[in-house]
């Protein structure tokens, strides 16, 4: 698996992250790397051995149903850029 | 088969629906925030709801075994091992930039759920998947001509995104599935089924074919939040499609959004680069492991529902699957019918009868639910024991019950103080058929040419007119019959 300058620029647009044509070009050959040390992986045979989802061996705690919190507006609100009768305020989006 | 007519043939239209369900909880999948609906913006909104740096999601056990209820309701696998994913996009409304969601291994997998026909037959429709995930915040872009307002109180509440499998054939089976999977949700009690309030949310995917051929590409029509609109969604949909098809176009694979309003959908052109959503294991949460023995407790503990309930009705009570399935649609009125059976004390299908039509009719009409209605279970019991033991004839039993409704009082009371009792005095009705024969000499010669079924019809009418509906009809028929005999 290999990524091209297309990739790196469509991976960037999703992420929306703003990268410089030279940039770009850096990156192509730093992921295509990271991937090829990857790929590595690949070589041990792993049939029959389930994926590892976490280092710790437990399982998911679980919470019980109950509000703990309070009213939260004005601890939310208070690092908003913007805000107007207690909502958040963005540029419009549309549709 | 319901197959729509083309202007060069036949067509077969192909339908899933993805139900968007909000689980009964009191806080929300992963956070301790409120659920409840309609608090001041921003009120109910955890710093992990609000993506908070450093904060990290645990998940509502209460949540988890709601979905476990509703897989068991819809008599589908439950996935003992489950994995949570995040859906990356940005919007808005999605502090996170991706929701917590279940991809490749969701809680409950291959059910089924029956749906119910107006003429009475049933049709399996498969259910392909259910899975956990979190709901966005609210956007109101109508507030202010630059500016969107975002409140996050939804933010985080559980939903259940239920998935059914092609199986669906036409607008009105869609609305048959919506409609049994709410009242299967409310019997659960694991979703309130609220469609105005957006509890229950629905995307419909569609396309279209010749009969016996491959499917068709679809689209998803997205924001359909009745059972009228996804109808209308549909019949749009379905005729648009074949429309392109039939003029040599192709359908394009994507999103559209129904406007309510004008009863059509759109394309959603934006939508498209977004759908890369980059689905991976969530790393602040842990597989969800579940034990056999938890499915088991939590499936002894489901009630009855509507499927049994209705086969229930019809062995035990006789109903036919209409009134059966018109009884169980909402666990408030077969409780209520049963009420009124009074333990089977009472006839079932008369009692059918009258709180399917008369009942329902009357809080139809009048607005009202089962819990204001003026008239209770017992009150109605007791006006059937009245038509039952002869005191009042059926025909009068409706005036009863009218006056039942106006003042609240029982049927006793009403039919003693409006005087509604039937005659069964064989004496005072003899008396009633001496006078209407005395008084139409014509019509008991026309009868004496022949047993004419119409004129005795006629002498009947003339009798109950003359005791104010109160005679007992088949005793008036009976006197009749021998005095004109004879």
Not at chain 2, 38 to 54: C, I
Not at chain 2, 65 to 92: C, D, H, M, P
Not at chain 2, 434 to 459: R, S, T
Not at chain 2, 462 to 476: E, F, I, L, T, Y
Request: proline share 4%; glycine share 8%; net charge negative.
């Amino acid at each position: 698996m290999s990524v091209d300058l297309g990739t790196v620029r469509h991976i960037a647009k999703l992420a929306r992250l703003h990268v410089e044509q030279e940039q770009a070009e850096a990156l192509v050959g730093e992921l295509n790397k990271i991937l090829g040390w990857v790929e590595q992986l690949g070589e041990l045979d792993t049939t029959g051995v389930p994926p590892m989802t976490s280092v710790v061996e437990r399982s998911q705690p679980l919470r019980e149903d109950v509000v703990t919190e309070e009213d939260s507006n004005s601890a939310v609100l208070a690092n908003a850029p913007d805000s107007a009768h207690g909502f958040f305020v963005v540029p419009k989006v549309v549709e | 088969m319901s197959l729509i007519e083309g202007e060069t043939g036949k067509w077969e239209v192909v339908i899933g629906l993805e139900v968007h369900a909000q689980v009964i909880s009191r806080s929300k999948l992963f956070s301790g925030a409120s659920t409840a609906y309609g608090a001041a913006p921003n009120s109910q909104v955890s710093l992990v709801d609000a993506a908070m740096p450093g904060m990290l999601p645990v998940l509502n056990r209460e949540c988890v075994a709601q979905a476990v209820r509703t897989g068991l309701g819809l008599k589908a696998k439950i996935n003992l091992t489950s994995v949570f994913e995040r859906k990356n996009y940005f919007y808005a409304d999605l502090p996170q930039g991706y929701q917590i969601s279940q991809f490749k291994h969701p809680i409950v997998g291959e059910g089924t759920l029956t749906i119910d026909l107006p003429d009475g037959s049933t049709r399996d429709i498969g259910i392909e998947r259910l899975h956990l995930e979190q709901d966005a915040g609210k956007s109101l872009h109508d507030q202010d001509p630059r500016r969107t307002f975002v409140d996050l109180n939804r933010a985080g509440v559980a939903l259940m995104e239920i998935v059914s499998k092609p199986d669906i054939r036409s607008a009105e089976e869609a609305g048959a599935y919506i409609r049994k999977l709410r009242s299967i949700l409310r019997y659960l009690g694991t979703c309130d089924g609220n469609m105005e309030e957006g509890s229950l949310r629905c995307d419909v995917n569609l396309s279209v074919r010749r009969p016996g051929e491959p499917l068709g590409t679809r689209t998803e029509t997205k924001n359909v939040n009745s059972i009228r609109f996804v109808q209308q969604a549909i019949e749009y949909e379905a005729r648009r499609q074949i429309e392109v098809l039939e003029a040599g176009g192709t359908i394009e694979q994507e999103t559209r959004l129904f406007d309510s309003r004008k009863g059509e959908s759109r394309s959603m052109r934006s939508k498209e680069e977004a759908h890369d959503y980059r689905y991976f294991p969530d790393p602040d949460l842990l597989p969800l492991v579940l034990e056999q023995s938890y499915v088991d407790e939590l499936a002894a503990a489901l009630p009855e529902l509507p499927d049994e309930k209705k086969r229930r009705f019809m062995e035990d009570y006789g109903l036919s699957a209409y009134d059966a399935g018109v009884l169980v649609a909402e666990q408030a009125n077969a409780a209520f019918y049963e009420a009124v059976l009074d333990g089977g004390k009472r006839d079932p299908k008369l009692a059918a009868n009258w709180v399917t039509v008369n009942y329902f009719g009357a809080l139809n009409a009048s607005g009202v639910g089962l819990a204001e209605a003026p008239i209770d279970a017992k009150k109605l019991g007791g006006l059937l024991d009245l038509i039952a033991d002869g005191t009042v004839s059926s025909r009068l039993a409706k005036e009863v019950f009218e006056a039942m409704w106006e003042s609240g009082k029982d049927a006793a009371t009403i039919v003693e103080e409006k005087g509604l009792k039937q005659i069964t005095d064989e004496s005072a009705i003899e008396a009633l058929v001496d006078k209407v024969i005395a008084e139409n000499p014509a019509q008991v010669e026309q009868y004496a040419g022949g047993e004419n079924p119409k004129v005795i019809g006629w002498f009947v009418g003339q009798v109950m007119k003359a005791s104010q509906g109160k005679a007992n009809p088949g005793a008036v028929n009976q006197i009749l019959k021998r005095k004109l005999g004879g």
